[in-house]
């Protein structure tokens, strides 16, 4: 990761969830992650933010 061009550090804000699904045979596998992006540009995988209606998270 390049270091951040506009801070001290990248300062990450959550853009959107992304879902990944593996299939595998029969099998399929799904990976929810969150994308977060920083002022200068930088893009990173993060934690999968929950925004299902009426939650406070
Ligand atoms: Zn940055």
Redesign the pocket.
Known sequence: MK?????K????TFVRNVVTSHMNGRFGRITKRGIYR?????AKYGNHVHQAEGCAQ
């Open positions: 270091p951040c061009t506009v801070g550090r990248h300062s990450w920083c002022e200068c540009g930088a």
